[in-house]
């Protein structure tokens, strides 16, 4: 040990002279460090025996007897090796009538996983016979020869755990591989035959036998195992001690992990050759060991398994304690670690004294060997944070005077140095050597929070917690629900007298985590389930029924109604009006707390059996029987729909989109009848329900959210007007023509209950004057940030931004900033990455938001200008013209411009006559010479709708027809999106999710929100350490990243919303993914 580390141990050991005395304050609570650390240790979780996630050391003292404290009822296990695939037999010592019991109360038996979590333990089918437990054989979680580690739980007992080494059907096969004939003094080098493994050497004991003399071999000084061979050496590296030094038998054995034990015999010659002429081949040169840093122990350098070399040598995770093992390729990162300050002198002690167990060393080891620096001591509440070295030369320099110097004394000194650094995240070094899992360091700030007691906890109701505390309560400055990251508004809790009320609006699904943060103590997380209140639910009956009525079923409650999953009448699942259930009058519908099940639904007389699914309630059923009425009111139970009118629909090409190769066509003020659409047909073809990239001919989509429907155009005729018909159950079919330049152009019928229109809506606007600011940013990302104040509403609805008519895209970041763009709410701040801007003129920006007007902007060397224009900006050119005739009306007098503006209007008032003239001869709407109308185009499409309407009448006598159209609607209704189940994998680190969308472009391009358990993530890059809450879109890639910080342990709800999409909702659970439809 150098001076340096010298020195910190005797002042640590002499200031744990200061835990003995009885000054409340006498030492430090904690010390903090900064250290290095393989990755894959730091992301290490460790579990206690219950399940739970350690964080901090449950005790500061070591066991010296080295026995594992272990409850008096559980039995001793006896279990032998067995074969893959064959039945585990595990005979129990039951001696006691505790053990007995323990024994008859055993429930589950499952595999415990390499990580020991808990949640990842797999379940084992097993039975019981006599003492016996026997795991049966061929089980999936079983398929692999290795060292198992076998967990046996009993009721309202603790659990019990056992290793059990199954092993492959077929032995290794041992031969001598170099030399061929061995000599005295030779290192002799094995091919081990069937001996495969994945990353970690499985060899655990070797033994050699010479004269009837047996002894065990040790790793790296005896022997090593590089893949599949395995060299003994002729003596040993550290005593020098002979292993192959004599002639005659020997007897090598091999016991590894998942195989049987493997024997060999081989002889050794006399080696006649002179011994400074012995081993100089040149794969037997011996080279000088290696002492490792961390053990301090001589590593031989041929023990280095090049197959094995990335694997992490101790199966306890975090601990770096000595492993035999090496770790070869382990990434390294830096981290900051608290020691508990009695835990740590504790096993200072011990090991000065001699008497150190493997954990004291281990942390001992840790302390002084693998810290870059020891930077801070604090006391329990971490209201006092102090500088190590400073407290520690206080301590010194008080001993050397004979007196103890307490940790209270030191902090009222006014010379007592501050530290004032503050990690973000630590890791607390645990009794055993392992680490607690990484927390937030304000969470180790503060003083412990008093008890929080579960009063009420009630779905939808006030949820109350009580506190022993007032203090505290009167202390807490911030609530969080469910992990969110915005805090709860004030008026949705208060505080009164010792109790802590949660307003019943967030009290919402079936369980609940609440997170506290108060003033000068630690943060509190409590987590419960929501208990739900059921109604009284008795399914009746209003009166009796015959066939062909309309049946009303009572005794449903307003909260039973709200939670209905499904609806059955004897099997079949029933569907409301707007899912398509109205086609033979075979729907229900709910009204208050009835539910009406439709007529068409009663054709025969019989029993019927109603069934019911509703969440938290389960199934209610009831069965009735109808009776048989009279005939003439059963031939009335097909009822014809009655046509509703067409509402004033506004119609306007929206888009035309060249990568999809669709048109998008809005329908403004259409009510509910873009809710009821069910077919559309383009020159008479009927198109398919269901657009997406690559396959858009002959198909629409319904947008409903946008008032929209996508036609694909690929089918349309070239130069050629094209005629497209939409219908919509319960209207008369709607149609209108595309004419071949691309306008929409309505028939007469049409032309009375519709009207084209360029402007949509009242679109709002924003007075900018002063209001704008703009600046350049080019160290990172290149870019123009733009701040827009006092126009929050507009920046959050932006939809579209164009740069010299070039589309942008959303999400810019310091690898791709070429044609994209950002918004920052927060900031209120429009970030634009200028590398595709024309450097030497202007540049003009249009800006669409949703319900606004559309405005433009010209960014010029650095400055931004306002384009003030009442019409839609199309170029720059027009915006140049603009300005040249303002010129030149100057000098012009009132009266001068006032006739120029007359002129203009007369112009274009007789323009717009010859061009809607021109539009009426075109659909040949105006008298020819002759005063005859050309109408006869309109008389053939009437026929033609009143042959398809004839057709539909014979076709609705058909029952299979329309228990095939039943599903089709019921299907269409759920065509949003597409099903395909994305791909997904998880990060190196562990922090987040990817999930890959393959062939869903246009949908990944409009996801517009994403919730976890209900929670709203923010759409933010994740940064590592930082992903909680957020999540992100990888368009060139595909890909959604979803940050799992406050993902659940067991199941996780994810649902997209998705611009023109329904939305869509996900579970991923175990690392899987699947579809909720």
């Not at 400074?276 to 961390?294: L, Q």
């Not at 200028?834 to 007007?853: A, T, V």
Request: aromatic residues 8%; charged residues 35%; contains cysteine.
């Amino acid at each position: 040990m150098n001076k340096k580390k010298l020195s910190i141990l005797t002042a640590i050991i002499a200031i744990s002279a200061c835990s003995i005395s009885k000054t409340a304050s006498a030492a430090p609570s904690k010390i903090l460090t900064f250290t290095n650390m393989p990755v894959w240790d730091y992301h290490q979780r460790n579990y206690d025996k219950h399940g739970n996630l350690r964080i901090s050391t449950a005790k500061t003292t070591f066991n010296l007897n080295n026995e594992e404290e272990k409850a008096s009822y559980i039995p001793m296990f006896k279990v032998d090796e067995a074969e893959l695939n064959s039945p585990i037999n595990i005979q129990c010592e039951l001696k006691t009538d505790e053990q007995k019991d323990w024994f008859e109360k055993i429930n589950k038996v499952t595999l415990e996983d390499a990580t020991k979590n808990p949640s990842l333990e797999r379940n084992l089918e097993f039975e019981k016979s006599e003492n016996k437990i026997i795991i049966k054989g061929n089980q999936k979680a079983l398929d692999n020869n290795k060292l198992h580690t076998i967990k046996i739980y009993s009721e309202g007992k603790d659990w019990a755990s056992i290793s059990v080494n199954i092993v492959q059907a077929e032995p290794i096969k041992v031969l001598v591989s170099y030399p061929m004939n061995p000599r005295t003094g030779e290192d002799v080098r094995f091919k081990l035959d069937n001996f495969n493994y994945a990353i970690l050497n499985p060899v655990n004991r070797v033994f050699l036998t010479h004269n009837n003399v047996r002894k065990e071999l040790v790793k790296f000084k005896d022997y090593h195992v590089i893949s599949e061979y395995l060299t003994v050496y002729a003596e040993n590296v550290d005593t020098e001690e002979g292993n192959l030094l004599e002639p005659g038998k020997y007897t090598l054995e091999i016991y590894a992990d998942g195989f049987k034990k493997a024997e060999k015999d081989f002889e050794v010659i006399k080696n006649e050759v002179m011994a400074s002429e012995k081993n100089n081949s040149k794969d037997n040169i011996k080279i000088k060991p290696v002492t490792s840093k961390i053990t301090n122990k001589e590593i031989k350098p041929s023990s280095v398994d090049t197959l094995s070399s990335a694997s992490v040598g101790s199966s306890k995770g975090a601990d770096n304690s000595g492993s035999e093992e090496t770790s070869g390729s382990s990434i390294i990162m830096q981290t900051n670690l608290i020691y508990n300050h009695d835990l740590l002198a504790n096993a200072l002690i011990l090991n000065e004294l001699g008497l150190g167990t493997e954990e004291s060393e281990g942390i001992a080891k840790r302390f002084e060997l693998n810290t870059i620096s020891w930077d801070a001591v604090m006391n329990e509440d971490g209201t006092h944070i102090n500088d190590f070295r400073d407290y520690l030369n206080a301590v010194k320099d008080a001993a050397l005077k004979g007196d103890y110097l307490t940790y209270d004394e030191y902090i009222k000194n006014e010379n007592s140095k501050e530290y004032k650094n503050r990690p973000y995240n630590v890791k607390e070094v645990l009794e055993d050597n392992l680490l607690g899992d990484a927390q937030n360091f304000r969470t180790v700030l503060g003083l412990e929070t008093p008890s929080l007691e579960v009063k009420s906890a009630v779905m939808d109701k006030d949820l109350i917690l009580e506190s022993s505390d007032e203090n505290y309560l009167k202390n807490i400055k911030s609530i969080t629900i469910n992990g969110g990251i915005k805090e709860l508004d004030k008026s949705l809790y208060s505080i009164k007298d010792n109790q802590l009320i949660i307003n019943s609006k967030v009290v919402k699904g079936d369980k609940i985590k609440i997170s506290i943060s108060a003033t000068g103590y630690k943060d509190k997380v409590i987590e419960t389930k929501l208990e739900k209140i059921l109604d009284d639910i008795n399914l009746k009956l209003e009166k009796e029924y015959k066939t062909g009525e309309d049946v009303v079923v009572t005794g449903l409650s307003e909260d039973f109604i709200k939670n209905i999953n499904s609806i059955k009448l004897d099997g079949k699942l029933l569907l409301t009006k707007e899912q398509g259930g109205s086609y033979g009058n075979t729907y229900y519908e709910i009204s208050g707390n009835k539910l009406t099940l439709k007529s068409g639904l009663f054709k025969e007389d019989k029993n019927y059996k109603l069934e019911i699914d509703s969440k938290y309630y389960g199934k209610k059923e009831l069965e009735f029987n109808i009776t048989k009425g009279d005939e003439k009111s059963n031939e009335k139970t097909e009822i014809i729909e009655e046509k509703k009118e067409l509402p004033k629909i506004s119609v306007k090409i929206d888009s035309k989109s060249t990568f999809m190769k669709k048109y998008d066509i809005k329908f403004l003020n259409s009510g509910e009848w873009i809710n009821n659409i069910t077919g559309v047909s383009v020159n008479g073809v009927e198109y398919k329900s269901g657009l997406v990239w690559g396959d858009s001919k002959d198909r629409y989509a319904i947008y409903k959210s946008d008032n929209n429907i996508g036609i694909g155009y690929e089918g349309f005729k070239q130069n050629e007007d094209n005629i497209i018909k939409v219908k919509a159950k319960g209207y008369n079919d709607f149609t209108f023509i595309i004419s071949k330049d691309g306008q929409i152009v309505l028939d007469k019928e049409e032309k009375e209950s519709a009207n084209i229109e360029e402007k949509s809506e009242v679109e709002k606007e924003i007075d900018f004057t002063n209001n704008i600011s703009i600046s350049k940013e080019s160290i990172l990302i290149k870019k123009y940030n733009i701040k827009f104040l006092n126009s929050e509403e507009w920046l959050k609805n932006i939809t579209d931004i164009s740069v010299n008519e070039v589309p942008y895209k959303s999400g810019l970041s310091w690898w791709e900033s070429k044609e994209r763009y950002a918004i920052y709410e927060a900031d209120k701040t429009l970030a634009i990455g200028y590398e595709s801007f024309n450097n030497e003129g202007e540049n003009l920006i249009k800006i669409k938001s949703k319900g606004y007007k559309e405005y433009a902007f010209i960014i010029k060397d650095g400055q931004i200008t306002l384009v003030q224009d009442e019409k839609k900006v199309e170029s720059e050119d027009t915006n140049k013209e603009a300005v040249k005739n303002e010129e030149s009306k100057k000098g012009e007098s009132k009266e001068e411009i006032k006739e120029k503006e007359e002129a203009q209007k007369g112009e274009k008032k007789e323009s717009s006559i010859n061009k809607d003239e021109a539009k009426e001869k075109e659909n040949g709407k105006v008298e020819n010479k002759d005063g005859n109308k050309e109408e006869a185009k309109e008389v053939g499409e009437k026929v033609e709708v009143k042959e398809e309407d004839s057709k539909k009448e014979a076709e609705k006598q058909d029952v299979e027809k329309e228990n095939k159209e039943v599903e089709e609607n019921k299907q269409n209704a759920e065509k949003d999106f597409s099903g395909n189940i994305p791909t997904i994998t998880k990060s190196f680190f562990g922090d987040k999710y990817d999930l890959k969308f393959l062939g869903e472009d246009e949908w990944l391009k409009n996801v517009e929100s994403v919730y976890v358990n209900d929670v709203e993530y923010e759409k933010k890059p994740l940064i590592w350490g930082d992903s909680a809450g957020r999540y992100n879109i990888l368009e060139s890639d595909s890909t959604i990243s979803i940050g799992i910080g406050n993902f659940n342990k067991d199941e996780n709800i994810i649902k997209i919303k998705s611009k023109g999409y329904k939305e869509c909702t996900f579970i991923i659970k175990d690392g899987k993914i699947s579809l909720v439809k």
